[in-house]
Nanobody, 121 residues
Framework: VQLQASGGGSVQPGGSLRLSCAASGLISDYYVIAWFRQGPGSEREGVSCIKTGDGTTFYADSVEGRFTISRDNAKNTVFLQMNSLQPEDTDVYYC???????????????WGQGTQVTVSS
């Protein structure tokens, strides 16, 4: 199963974007799907994660209360609704799948091309 992120763009501080992670097959082939972000010269950072089965969600402290992850199993798509965006949210966002939200980026797979999110005034 390949995963492809889309929906990035440029917004002003306080704005919103909705990212999509579309699977070429069943998202349920992965126990969890997560969103990561990475800036130039930075390590890939976990943003949010969702269990494809029961929909349990997890968030990094930096996005808690602003971002919402969800999934549509019928459409084999995971979404990341990002509200109250700030300049520090500027990064390339990726989605990937694994068997646990506790895992780090190296234990996730099916990385597709990321989608750029730019927040600036």
């Amino acid at each position: 199963v390949q995963l492809q992120a889309s929906g990035g763009g440029s917004v002003q501080p306080g704005g919103s974007l909705r990212l999509s992670c579309a699977a070429s097959g069943l998202i349920s082939d992965y126990y969890v799907i997560a969103w990561f972000r990475q800036g130039p010269g930075s390590e890939r950072e976990g943003v949010s994660c969702i269990k494809t089965g029961d929909g349990t969600t997890f968030y990094a402290d930096s996005v808690e209360g602003r971002f919402t992850i969800s999934r549509d199993n019928a459409k084999n798509t995971v979404f990341l609704q990002m509200n109250s965006l700030q300049p520090e949210d500027t990064d390339v966002y990726y989605c990937a799948g694994s068997s646990s939200c506790d895992y780090g980026p190296t234990q996730f797979g099916s990385w597709g091309q990321g989608t750029q999110v730019t927040v600036s005034s």
